[in-house]
């Protein structure tokens, strides 16, 4: 204590000053800051959580609401039922192949089906074969407006070879493999 003593009152309230300052800066840093950093990170956490949540929180339909939602799905699910076929519906879709080469000027000589892939519980693939003769122009515009058609129609594969006709022409015959899509027919049903 006697070396206090021997400094200037002034020196020593200098250095008691500096000493509070230090102390009041280390508890800023050290204790202080951190908090208010931690209290930063949970507001945001927590603002993040409530917009989060916001988002979470269904939405209240009306009767009126739910019914016209129920009636938009029913339009789609009737739009897509006419688009591909059913077991019921093969005919149709014959007639629409067989009538469309026709009526672009090709001849159809064999028009079956190929089996059926299931896909999944929901719908499978039906398969087709045809073969067909045609000179070039009518092979082009049949396929193009095979896309036209009201079903979903899909080509496979396709192997073309010239043959000379009873006349001496040469036309294509073509093999096609064709593919459309059905609902599967629930068992028991």
Not at 6 to 33: G, S
Not at 47 to 58: A, E, F, M
Not at 141 to 152: E, P
């Amino acid at each position: 204590m006697r070396f206090l003593e021997k400094v200037p009152l002034r020196y020593r309230i200098i250095v008691e000053v500096l000493l509070i300052v230090i102390l009041v800066a280390l508890f800023y840093y050290l204790m202080y800051q951190p908090r208010v950093e931690k209290i930063t990170r949970l507001k945001q956490q927590y603002d993040s959580l409530s917009l989060k949540v916001s988002r979470l929180k269904p939405i209240a339909l009306s009767y009126d609401q739910f019914k016209r939602e129920v009636e938009l799905l029913d339009k789609q699910f009737n739009m897509v039922l006419e688009v591909l076929p059913n077991e019921r519906s093969y005919n149709e879709l014959y007639d629409q192949i067989v009538g469309l080469a026709e009526n672009n000027g090709v001849k159809v000589l064999l028009f079956q089906p190929a089996g059926q892939n299931r896909i999944d519980n929901f719908h499978s693939s039906v398969n087709f074969k045809m073969n067909i003769e045609a000179r070039y122009v009518e092979l082009i515009s049949f396929l193009y407006r095979i896309n036209y058609l009201d079903k979903i129609i899909n080509l496979r594969n396709m192997q073309i070879k010239g043959i000379k006709t009873k006349e001496g022409d040469i036309v294509l015959n073509i093999n096609l493999g064709l593919n459309s899509y059905m609902f599967n027919v629930p068992k028991g049903n």
